[in-house]
């Protein structure tokens, strides 16, 4: 989808809402991560049908490229839009983290991430625009820099049937981990353990650097 009508987006989600019961946007960092490939395949399984059967839809969010967005609709064969928004207008607008282009993974890229890189997060919005559901990664060291922790499916759908009743919100409840991605998403796990061990063989050959007369 990425910007069709060549609106801001924020003008494109204000249209958007108006449209129909629930929006929501699951924010994500890349195509290049695996831990949103899981989480993004995931969303739209039994998640996006009962959203869909509520009158509601799911739209993906990232800040990088077009390319980058639609690579990750076509590459994770999912059944729902991925807009891409450099500019981080609606990770802003909704308090999603976002992290400055030269700490991302896609620093040295060109045209990649010019405003930051988004963070994950999950906004469901009612035919107003108020929000009915928001969750939002901080990153840290203990969920991997943002990767992880990241409540499942059945704990957003339990949130937002939470509050079309009135009642308090909640998303305490599983959350994705590595043990879950190896689980249901054994070829996104694997990128993951091999990213893992380039990481290790570089720790290794610094070391061995450092240490060199």
Not at 3 to 17: G, I, Q, R
Not at 158 to 174: H, K, T
Not at 179 to 190: G, V
Request: glycine share 8%; net charge negative.
């Amino acid at each position: 989808m990425n910007n069709p009508t060549n609106t801001s987006p924020l003008e494109w989600l204000d249209k958007e809402v108006r449209q129909r019961p629930f929006t929501a946007l699951v924010f994500f960092r890349g195509e290049w991560c695996p831990w949103c490939q899981g989480y993004l395949r995931e969303l739209g399984g039994q998640f996006l049908l009962d959203l869909r059967d509520a009158g509601g839809e799911l739209f993906g969010v990232t800040a990088q490229s077009a390319e980058g967005a639609d690579r990750a609709k076509s590459f994770w064969k999912l059944d729902y839009e991925i807009v891409s928004d450099p500019s981080v207008a609606l990770a802003r607008r909704f308090d999603i983290a976002v992290t400055p282009k030269a700490q991302t993974p896609l620093a040295e890229v060109e045209g990649e991430y010019p405003h930051g890189m988004s963070q994950p997060g999950v906004v469901v919005l009612d035919q107003t625009g108020a929000v009915l559901v928001h969750w939002a990664i901080d990153p840290s060291e203990m969920n991997g820099g943002g990767a992880l922790d990241r409540p499942l499916p059945p704990v957003l759908w339990a949130a937002l049937q939470a509050a079309r009743q009135g009642l308090p919100v909640s998303l305490e409840g599983p959350r994705l981990d590595p043990p879950w991605l190896k689980a249901n998403y054994p070829d996104a796990f694997a990128i993951f353990e091999a990213w893992m061990a380039s990481q290790q063989t570089n720790a290794r050959r610094t070391v061995t650097d450092e240490s060199a007369p």
